[in-house]
């Protein structure tokens, strides 16, 4: 495995997650994140301590709120933050790109690297960059303090886009030489419609309204996805998988998602007992308010851009629509209008204009 030097975006749950990991596997790891006490506080440490699934001490290079110290050097940039801020941080990267870098969004939730690479092109960045995108973060996790990071679970298996697609080679040379979990796949359309994120979270979310409202604490996967709740969601999913063929693409279902990332039960097992059956969501709870990125976020930058994919190759998502429908009416004023056409830089594309712009 050779060493490479990397930035590490966000130093969330997830971005510590991984920037503790890759320490870890003998990586020289930096990281950025606009909170000044997690940056000192990691810095005072001198790394992150993660537990669990994974457990060590990662030595990290340095922490810093300076993007132009975190990119500068640095072989690969990985962003792990929630794609409400990939045009936002994509613009603060824009000035310090350089060429050759490999620049991963981990994950892109849907259509997070069409995002990225137009607010890339409106900040002037000509940098020849490598753009890649994974379906889904690889960890289970949630960081107990700045520097310490609990890991449930990691994942069996990962996608790995690359944008445009025939970057693929240079992407896994860089990525999965060090991160063997993630799988390439053939461009980022398949990443993009093979986020769990957006089948998991906005619906049982809003279908459990009153029980989050309530104030009753309970285990988000393990009993929040009932039955009823789980048909429900694979519903959706057959309108996801209706959309990849109409992209010519020959998706997994999301049972087969769930073997993939978790190895656990079978494709035949009912979604809500695959849920119940994954060890690595013991102990998930869920919240009591439906203001959390499982809508705020997954609704607008996921369900919006799995809408705005349909909308071009004229695929129709009424379970889709219903979820993006109720929590609108629920939220009144709340939702961002998040990846339509426009802000993807897709409008008035026909399906085989979409193909060959992602290469």
Request: aromatic letters at 6%; proline letters at 5%.
């Amino acid at each position: 495995m050779k060493e490479k030097k990397w930035a590490v975006i966000g130093a969330g749950n997830g971005g510590q997650a991984v920037a503790g990991h890759l320490a870890l596997l003998g990586q020289t790891v930096r990281i950025f994140d606009v909170v000044r006490e997690t940056v000192d506080e990691i810095n005072r440490r001198g790394g992150i301590s993660v537990s669990h699934a994974l457990s060590g001490f990662g030595k990290i290079e340095f922490a810093t709120c300076e993007m132009e110290e975190a990119l500068n050097g640095a072989d690969n940039v990985m962003i792990v933050l929630p794609s409400i801020h990939h045009e936002s941080i994509a613009a603060k990267c824009a000035p310090f790109l350089r060429d050759g870098q490999v620049v991963l969004l981990h994950p892109e939730a849907s259509c997070g690297a069409l995002a990225f690479r137009k607010a890339l092109s409106d900040a002037g960045c000509r940098a020849d960059i490598t753009l890649g995108a994974v379906n889904t973060l690889l960890y289970s996790c949630r960081s107990v303090a700045p520097g310490d990071v609990y890991i449930y679970g990691i994942k069996k298996e990962v996608q790995l886009a690359a944008m445009p697609a025939s970057r693929i080679v240079t992407l896994s040379e860089n990525i999965c030489s060090v991160l063997p979990w993630m799988k390439p796949v053939a461009n980022v359309l398949v990443t993009s419609l093979s986020n769990p994120n957006a089948m998991m979270h906005p619906a049982p979310m809003l279908l459990n309204t009153s029980r989050l409202e309530s104030n009753q604490p309970f285990e988000y996967y393990h009993e929040g996805i009932t039955p009823s709740i789980g048909r429900f969601i694979e519903n959706m999913d057959r309108e996801r998988l209706a959309l990849g063929e109409a992209f010519g693409l020959r998706l997994d279902n999301i049972r087969e998602l769930y073997v993939k990332m978790y190895g656990c039960d079978n494709a035949d097992t009912p979604l809500y007992q695959i849920c119940r059956n994954n060890p690595s969501y013991e102990g998930i709870m869920a919240g009591d308010t439906l203001r959390t990125r499982y809508v705020l976020e997954d609704i607008p930058y996921s369900l919006r851009s799995i809408q705005s994919l349909a909308h071009i190759a004229g695929v129709e998502t009424p379970h889709i629509d219903t979820i993006v429908s109720l929590a609108e009416e629920m939220l009144p004023g709340e939702i961002d209008e998040g990846r339509t056409e426009a802000a993807l830089g897709i409008a008035g594309m026909s399906p085989d204009q979409l193909l060959g712009y992602i290469g």
